[in-house]
């Protein structure tokens, strides 16, 4: 396939925004990396989304409305980074706002219109990403390994990606070897305990989880979940976990303790791959906490590196990676597969939505 110019776009569990990124490729390499940037959602579409996730898939009868701003604001945020590049991409892959992910019932819901993207952009979109793979008996998460892979290139092998949202998962690579699972809590809880105590948004900068003592005991009966030991692959909603760990302890000791576990959710996750990486390169917002890298360089064998440290934008590598699976898709080639979903078969995701 000739390269196309895609542009991707998502936004996490934590809707802090919508990440765009522009990449040149043919769905195998990426040739060029193109403008990146996040904008916000509106404050009021940020607050519903997040009541919305909070709510859960009982309280359905407010989503219709709330894609409909999600959309909306998407393409305000889509039309604002092509004014400003000024390019016109060949296809816009677009992700949509995770609500609720529950793969032992095989559904996943991503809010948000792609035809009506297609429609008032006038251009291609590819959505509905993670459908087909869940049909095929996969969880349908994570789906960036296959663009992490891509991205190994010359690092030392075995290595693991590992991305910290408000969900943590990695990315085993050695060689054509590749294995992927959500590990456990990302940045959620800890963001969710900080906001909760009406500090910050976030432990920004790691300021609040670094100056607590981790709470030992509590750790330890974290890491007794059933999902740690689970075997991959395996997917989490952004509310598997829940604030009871650090249910009483103080803003600072609470916030280490839960930094500490996502660090050593992580490290217990070793025992699950097929050998010890020898370098984790760290992509998410988590990568920004210093206390989150530094508990995990203590807690893993490996070499922690932030992405960006080997010239991977750790901001848009989300975004790039949902342009790469349109690429793929467009192509004809495999955006999921076994060992990365658990499906029974490589998956062509995504589905061709084009202006009517």
Same mark, same amino acid.
């Given at each position: ?7 991707? =776009? +998502? ?24 403008? $990146? ?8 579409? !940020?607050?519903? +989304? ?9 309280? /359905?009868?407010?989503? &219709? ?8 604001? #998407? ?15 060949? *296809? ?5 706002? =995770? +609500?609720? #992910? ?17 429609? =008032?952009? /006038? ?6 990403? /993670? ?16 663009? #992490? ?23 085993? +690579? ?8 959500? @590990? ?9 305990? @900080?906001?909760?105590?009406? @500090? ?12 607590? #003592? ?6 330890? @009966? $974290? ?10 692959? &395996? ?39 097929? &050998? ?10 988590? !990568? !920004?906490?210093? =206390? ?24 848009? *590598? ?39």
């Amino acid at each position: 396939m000739e390269p196309l110019t895609v542009l991707g =776009t +998502i936004s996490g569990t934590s809707a802090d925004g919508i990440d765009l990124a522009e990449i040149r490729t043919d769905g195998v390499q990426m040739q060029a990396a193109g403008a $990146a940037c996040t904008l916000p959602y509106q404050p009021q579409t !940020r607050a519903a +989304i997040l009541a919305a996730i909070a709510a859960g898939p009982a309280a /359905r009868s407010g989503w &219709k409305a709330l894609s409909d701003v999600i959309t909306e604001d #998407h393409r305000n945020a889509i039309a604002a980074f092509l004014d400003e590049t000024g390019n016109r991409p060949d *296809l816009v892959v677009f992700h949509g706002q =995770t +609500i609720w #992910h529950d793969p032992s019932a095989g559904e996943t819901v991503q809010l948000g219109d792609p035809q009506q993207l297609a429609d =008032t952009l /006038r251009l291609p979109v590819i959505g509905d990403l /993670r459908q087909a793979d869940m049909a095929a008996g996969g969880q349908g998460a994570p789906l960036v390994p296959v663009f #992490h892979q891509a991205l190994a290139g010359t690092l030392r092998q075995p290595m693991c990606f590992l991305n910290i949202g408000g969900v943590a998962n990695l990315t085993y +690579i050695d060689g054509d070897h590749l294995l992927a699972f959500d @590990v456990g809590p990302g940045n959620a809880l800890l963001d969710d305990f @900080v906001r909760r105590s009406g @500090v910050d948004d976030f432990d920004r900068d790691g300021r609040w989880s670094s100056g607590g #003592h981790v709470d030992v005991a509590r750790l330890v @009966v $974290a890491l007794t979940h059933p999902y740690f030991a689970q075997p991959a692959p &395996k997917s989490l909603d952004r509310n598997a976990f829940s604030l009871k760990w650090v249910e009483g302890m103080s803003l600072l000791d609470g916030a280490a303790t839960l930094a500490a576990i996502t660090a050593e959710a992580v490290a217990r996750a070793v025992a699950l791959l097929p &050998k010890e990486p020898k370098l984790w390169i760290v992509c998410g917002g988590g !990568r !920004r906490n210093p =206390t989150l890298m530094a508990e995990l360089a203590q807690r893993v064998s490996g070499k922690v590196e932030n992405a960006d440290s080997h010239g991977i934008d750790g901001d848009a *590598l989300e975004a790039q990676a949902m342009a790469f699976l349109g690429a793929r898709f467009m192509a004809g080639l495999p955006t999921s597969y076994p060992s990365t979903t658990g499906a029974r078969e490589p998956v062509i995701g995504g589905r061709l939505y084009r202006p009517s």
